[in-house]
């Protein structure tokens, strides 16, 4: 049934514009209490769709593809939903980055995110569709993908830690030659402006450059981040509003966040923790397949752990 789907549509970009125009408005400046009440409300926010989803399924009100009891659904959506959640907060690490080698002020970040994030949900769409389409055809994807995702976890511990590059970031031609080789991009700000002109030549300004960036980077992690989906369900609706609303915390968590980004370096671990666990239920899904709720559990207590961890060290 289409009505669910429109009314999920219509929910998530009507946030959007509210979220730009009446929230924040014009180079609003973000403050961490108001960043606070804003990330709790979309979290609340994407918890209560998966009631929604909940009494939906038990209804017949969505199309049942897996058929998935009604508690199935909830404990799958959740699981879902943390797992995007958590990739989601690593990626506020690298878009602090992008901001500090820019020098995108504060007061201009929000444009930069909002276009951003609306960007990164229309191509994730259509990654998150093609995925299904790939995994429905041909089984054996589950096994790429699993090993995909074996790849990035550990490619991601031999990577270097974000939080030392954030003090001394490189400079944006040298760590982002690939956007100058495209664009024509001013050293120089125009406010909060995309486009300005130069000696008669019109050029990109850092605050495009930045969302440019910001897409690309987010089109590298939809990599690994929708294998990571696909290894909790494939079910289209849950796959498509978990990674949704994911995505749109991401903004107000960043503002959250940004200015305690260092207090949770070990949170790169958990979501570690979580890449290995689901590539290995991906591999080995057809000889020892694992319940939801012990998917939710191991998921659950992989953040909990990430941020007790990085609270005592802080505190050490």
């Known amino acids: 049934m289409p009505y669910l789907w429109i009314g999920f549509t219509v929910l998530v970009f009507g946030s959007l514009l509210a979220d730009l125009f009446l929230l924040h408005g014009r180079n609003a400046q973000p403050s961490t209490r108001k960043a606070a009440y804003e990330t709790l409300f979309w979290v609340v926010l994407g918890l209560s769709f998966g009631v929604l989803l ?25 699981t879902a939903y943390l797992v995007e959640l958590s990739l ?10 992008i901001f500090a080698s820019f020098r995108i002020p504060l007061h201009q970040q929000p444009k930069a995110l909002f276009w951003g994030i609306l960007g990164a949900i229309v191509f994730r769409g259509l990654m998150i569709a093609a995925g299904i389409a ?5 089984h054996w994807m589950f096994y790429l993908f699993g090993a995909l995702l074996l790849f990035t976890a550990l490619r ?11 003090e001394h970031p490189e400079p944006p031609r040298q760590r982002f030659a690939y956007v100058y080789r495209y664009f024509r991009i001013s050293d120089t700000p125009d406010g909060d402006r995309f ?10 300004t850092p605050l495009f450059a930045s969302v ?3 897409e690309v980077t987010d089109l590298l992690f939809a990599l690994d981040s929708i294998p990571a989906i696909l290894g909790i ?6 796959v498509w509003s978990s990674n949704v609303f994911a ?3 991401l903004r107000s968590m960043y503002f959250f966040l940004a200015h305690m980004l260092k207090r949770f370096r070990y949170l790169k671990q958990s979501v570690v923790a979580i890449l290995l666990f689901i590539a290995a239920k991906m591999l080995s899904a057809s000889f020892f397949p694992l319940p939801d709720g012990f998917s939710l559990l191991f998921i659950g207590l992989a953040l909990a752990g990430g941020i007790v961890v990085s609270l005592i060290k802080q505190e050490a």
């Open 212 to 214: 440019a960036v910001i």
């Open 88 to 97: 989601s907060v690593d990626n506020l690490f690298v878009i602090a980055l």
């Open 54 to 78: 909940w009494y939906s399924y038990g209804h017949g009100w969505a199309d049942n593809p897996l058929n998935l009891s009604p508690n199935e659904v909830l404990t799958t959506y959740i």
């Open 134 to 138: 790939l995994v429905e055809r041909f």
């Open 233 to 238: 369900t494939t079910d289209p609706l849950i």
């Open 195 to 204: 486009f300005t002109r130069l000696a008669g030549k019109r050029m990109a």
């Open 156 to 166: 991601m511990l031999r990577d270097k830690d974000e939080t030392e590059e954030l």
């Open 247 to 249: 995505i749109l915390g």
